[in-house]
């Protein structure tokens, strides 16, 4: 199984609890997608640790959603990876968004159940690495296009897509609601790949 937008990658994970594969392909165009990811599956430790050691305020959430949004989850100065990754996490528990679409307004109630569950996020993330050690084609969630992914896929693979929502307002600003999003033309080559591709494929989509 394929996910091509892996994001909070909800089907996969709950593919594989269901045992209905015993392999799962994880990617996604976000790096900071890509970034908590790996972190769940090779260093689980690193993101629990900055998740259990960090209370949260609102000010400092709202400040940094600005940033992504502003940035496209590059580095800031002297971070690393696994600071990018433990963003895209307080930024997804502190707004009403997905890990893909971007929020500027974090909400309260959201932050403090951020400071009270600390351990049990932390208690999750092991939980995730272990449902998904052994069985991450690669070991690792690959940063490639979609479309590349439909473009290699073969007749024994299925493909899942959960593609930025197309909108009025994305089709003029596709950045509007996600960090990574499609204009109008990046739907039309998704509808091309997909009705090419030799792949058993699903995907959800938003009524416009």
């Not at 209905?20 to 990811?37: E, H, M, Q, R, Y």
């Not at 052994?134 to 439909?150: P, Q, S, T």
Request: glycine share 6%; aromatic share 8%; with cysteine.
């Amino acid at each position: 199984m394929v996910e091509t937008h892996a994001g909070g990658a909800a089907v996969s994970l709950n593919a594989l609890n269901l045992e209905l594969t015993d392999k799962v392909l994880l990617s996604d165009g976000d790096p900071a997608i890509c970034d908590f990811w790996n972190l769940v599956i090779g260093a689980p430790e690193e993101l629990q640790r900055r998740i259990r050691g960090r209370e949260m305020k609102f000010d400092e959430v709202e400040e940094r959603l600005v940033w992504i949004r502003e940035h496209k989850n590059d580095l800031m100065d002297g971070e690393d990876a696994i600071e990018r990754a433990f963003w895209k996490l307080v930024s997804h528990r502190c707004t009403f968004r997905g890990m893909g679409p971007i929020e500027l307004r974090p909400q309260m109630e959201m932050i403090e159940s951020w400071n009270n569950r600390r351990r049990d996020i932390a208690a999750e993330i092991r939980n995730l690495n272990r449902l998904l050690t052994g069985h991450v084609v690669d070991g690792k969630c690959v940063r490639r296009d979609a479309l590349e992914n439909i473009s290699v896929a073969t007749a024994d693979e299925f493909l899942f897509l959960d593609p930025p929502y197309w909108t009025k307002e994305a089709s003029d600003n596709p950045e509007c609601h996600y960090v990574h999003g499609y204009s109008i033309e990046d739907h039309y080559d998704l509808r091309d790949a997909l009705q090419d591709t030799r792949a058993d494929w699903m995907l959800t989509y938003g009524n416009p």
